[in-house]
């Protein structure tokens, strides 16, 4: 977590605001393995990371809300008696979302100035907007004494994204950024929201994460679509959720499902037993077999899932191709952002070099390489 973005911020909101702000820092997540499990009520094993939002909050003397994004030096002025989804409104959705989801459980806020700036990346996988949406809701909890629970706090952030942003996200992002914890992964069950938290030491190995630097405009719809598909398949089955299915429930309504629905609804079922062999792999110390996991789960996005993208299956391979990774896959929702790898560290910087190079002979642009610190979750800074 960088100091100085902190104190940039908070100097930003003196200057604005003339008051002393509370500031609250809300981290990105990576995840080790299990994607678009979440949704189907399964289990994903993801951690907070030491990229963050930094937010500083303070009440207003007039009765507008200022907000105030200091990355990008744009202003929003709303009332809290007008808060509604905005058509391309980018962040400002997820504050007004967050705004509207707590006045929807009718809980009372008055009126509030914002600024914020973050360092993690944008269009990553790395849930800056999770991030974010966790600074407003625990700032303004605390600014207005709402007294909301942690896991009241992230479905309020989750159904500003559902609402106000049009993503039909899982519980994930929003469960890592609040809950996460230093050097420690979450194996989170969907269902009961609740985990068991696993201090990774991988020893001589590393993670790093590989940034392919695509954004796909399609993302959201793309998204939507998969979760669709696992409801109408779970449906089919008269299941809840996938989270209840096996591969031979499957197989009976196979004939009910067109071979990529099919596929679809297999990869979700395998990803969630992915999730719970990794954690068997960790406690038995054997990386090779973690490894050999996060290899498989990218087949799986990519093949069955259909959410990967050219670029991330090129860094992918590369990466198997190299003796001193253990593990890589795609990580997020697709289609774009990071590749998560597992790395020895001796040969990390031969294998940031020798990927940097072959991935801009390949595609004509660059990747980027972050090394991340499993940190903790969304927490004020006191000063
Ligand atoms: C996005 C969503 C999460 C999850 C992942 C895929 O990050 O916000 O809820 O579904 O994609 O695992």
């Known amino acids: ?54 937010a500083a909050i303070g009440k207003s003397k007039t009765q507008q809300c200022m907000a105030y994004a200091l990355d990008m030096s744009e202003n929003y002025a709303f009332n809290l008696d007008e808060v ?32 914020f700036a973050g360092d993690i990346p944008k269009g990553a996988g790395l849930s800056s907007s999770a991030a974010l949406e966790n600074s407003v809701v625990f700032g303004l909890n605390e600014l207005f004494g709402l007294k909301l629970s942690k896991h009241e706090m992230i479905s309020i952030s989750q159904k500003a994204e559902h609402n106000y942003v049009g993503v039909r996200c899982g519980i994930m992002d929003q469960y890592a950024s609040m809950f996460g914890q230093e050097d420690t992964a979450l194996l989170l069950d969907c269902r009961t929201q609740e985990s068991v938290s696993y201090q990774l030491d991988f020893k001589e190995y590393g993670i790093l994460l590989i940034n392919s630097n695509v954004t796909h405009n399609l993302v959201d719809a793309e998204y939507n679509d998969r979760r669709l598909v696992c409801e109408k398949i779970a449906s089919l089955l008269n299941v809840d959720y996938l989270r209840d299915a096996d591969e031979a429930l499957l197989k009976q309504i196979e004939h009910k499902l067109t071979p990529e629905e099919y596929q679809k609804g297999l990869y ?30 990218h087949h799986g996005a990519r093949f069955q899932f259909k959410i990967s993208c050219p670029e991330l299956d090129f860094l992918v391979e590369e990466a198997q191709s190299h003796p001193q990774v253990i593990g890589a896959r795609m990580m997020g929702g697709g289609f774009g952002g990071c590749t998560i790898n597992i790395v020895h560290h001796d040969t990390m910087q031969d294998f940031i070099a020798s990927i940097s190079d072959n991935y801009y002979k390949k595609f004509g642009k660059h990747c980027s390489v972050y090394k991340v610190k499993l940190s903790q979750g969304t927490h004020l800074i006191q000063n």
């Open 1 to 54: 977590m960088s100091k100085s973005l902190i104190n940039n911020v908070e100097a930003e909101f003196k200057e604005r605001f003339g008051s002393k702000p509370l500031v609250v820092v809300s981290p990105g997540r990576i995840n080790l393995i299990g994607e678009h499990t979440d949704y189907n009520e399964g289990f994903v094993f993801p951690a907070a990371i030491d990229k963050c939002i930094v």
């Open 84 to 115: 509604r989804a905005i058509p391309n409104g980018n962040w400002k959705n997820y504050i007004v979302g967050v705004v509207g989801e707590l006045q929807k459980k009718g809980l009372e806020i008055g009126p509030f100035n914002l600024v």
């Open 268 to 297: 979700v079922i395998q990803e969630n037993s992915r999730v719970l062999k990794a954690c068997k792999a960790i406690e038995n110390h054997d990386l090779k077999t973690l490894g050999k996991l996060l290899f498989e789960a």
